[in-house]
Structure formats: C-alpha cells, structure tokens
C-alpha cells in the first residue's frame, strides 16, 4: 500500500514542461530523502534522481527533483516522446512498519 | 557488464514455494545491499525484503514476514528469495535492485529485468 501519493496522470505537448508531485508526511518525505524513478512501458524501473534533486550519471538535464516539507516534485522539461512512462517517488518511512515507500505511480502522456 | 539477472519466476499453487535468485556482475557484489521490489500487474512498486553489504542485517515489509526469507552468496555474487506459503496476492514481477542502504541511502541505482511469478491453482 502505497503511503506517497502522486496524480495519477499528467499530459503536455512535446517541447513543454510536466511536473510530477509526491506527497507524503512528517514521517517519510519529511523526513528523508526522496528518489524517482522512470518505468517505460515493459521494461523495469530506472533510477533517475536521489537525494531529492541529484541526477545519477547519464541522466540528462531535464529531469530535475526538489523537495519542500512533506512534498516532492518531478519536472521534466523540454518534453519528449521517449519520456510516455510511468514515474515512481520513493523514500524511507520512520513509521511504526517502517522500510521504504513508493509513490502511487504517474503516468506521463506526450500529446 | 554491470548488471542483475532474476530467474525462478513460475507458476505455482497458493500454499506453494518457489525459490527467486538474482545474478550480479560487472561491481563489487558484496559492497552492496540488496533489495527485492516486486510489482503487481498492473500496480506500483513494493518492496518486499532487503539484506545488507553482510548477512546479519535484513528485514521484510509485513506482507511478507515470515514467510519470505532473503539471503546472498557474496562468492557466487548472488542473491535469493525463498518464497514459501504463496498466494494469489503474491503474483507480480519480482526486481531485484542494487543499493548503498537503507534509511538515508534508499535509493535503487541497478535493477533486474524481473521474473514473474505467478500464484494460481
């Protein structure tokens, strides 16, 4: 069950800017860092931010993380059609289960 | 090559066991944690279980406490899930993934491809 919650769709056209929240609580994103990850169509997960806004090597510039209290945003920028997929938050949760959590998951649509 | 390779995925009846394994290669294997994330068809992202860089440190999400066991074999540079009382909830693609920790270092830099298991009678 996911406890970080993302819209579960987000559209532009190509060349435009999306941006993807995360919204979590005092007890996750509140409290550690926050990581995305890019999941095209058939394929596993890629990882594509760490530590709230840091691009691992080879990610490009357009993709580009921040975070503010209980909440996370994504933004892509100069929109491509090879961006279509579905992005993933995640953090750590300090919550009485506690371990990690992933966002709810939001597709991107290239018009 | 750096990468991670699951294999074991099948089809299996609701109380039955099945083993996943991962291979790793191209990095220092047992520099790292080592997390299984599995995803239902259709669904999110779960973490299920994760072991650290030695053996003595694991844990598992309470959907799966006592009854998957995660272990690693730092000389064959591999990493397991035991599967065992499985049920039709359990069906999704289990990933393993690469880490530098937990808590502050939860963050997945390697996946797998995924292997698919599936629980039906």
């Known amino acids: 069950q996911s406890v970080l919650t993302q819209p579960p769709s987000v559209s532009a056209a190509p060349g435009q800017t999306v941006t993807i929240s995360c919204s979590g609580s005092?007890?996750?994103?509140?409290?550690?860092?926050v990581s995305w990850y890019q999941q095209l169509p058939g394929t596993a997960p890629k990882f594509l931010i760490f530590d709230n806004d840091k691009r691992p090597s080879g990610i490009p510039d357009r993709f580009s993380g921040s975070k503010s209290g209980t909440s996370a945003t994504l933004a892509i920028t100069g929109l491509q059609t090879g961006d279509e997929a579905v992005y993933y938050c995640g953090t750590w949760d300090a919550s009485l289960s506690g371990g990690g959590v992933f966002g709810t998951g939001t597709t991107v649509t290239v018009l | 090559q750096v990468q991670l390779v699951e294999s074991g995925g099948d089809l299996v009846k609701p109380g039955g066991s099945l083993r996943l394994s991962c291979a790793a290669s191209g990095f220092s294997f047992s520099d790292y944690y080592m997390i299984w994330i599995r995803q239902a068809p259709g669904k999110g992202l779960e973490w299920i279980a994760y072991?650290?860089?030695?053996?003595?440190?694991?844990d598992y999400a309470d959907s799966v406490k006592g009854r998957f066991t995660i272990s690693r074999d730092n000389a064959k540079n591999s990493l397991y899930l035991q599967m065992n009382g499985l049920r039709a909830e359990d069906t999704a693609t289990y990933y393993c993934?690469?880490?530098?920790?937990?808590?502050?270092?939860?963050?997945?830099?390697?996946w797998g491809r995924g292997t698919l298991v599936t629980v039906s009678s």
């Open positions: 005092s007890s996750n994103i509140g409290k550690y860092y």
């Open positions: 993934a690469r880490s530098y920790g937990v808590i502050i270092n939860w963050y997945f830099d390697l």
């Open positions: 072991i650290g860089s030695s053996v003595d440190i694991v």
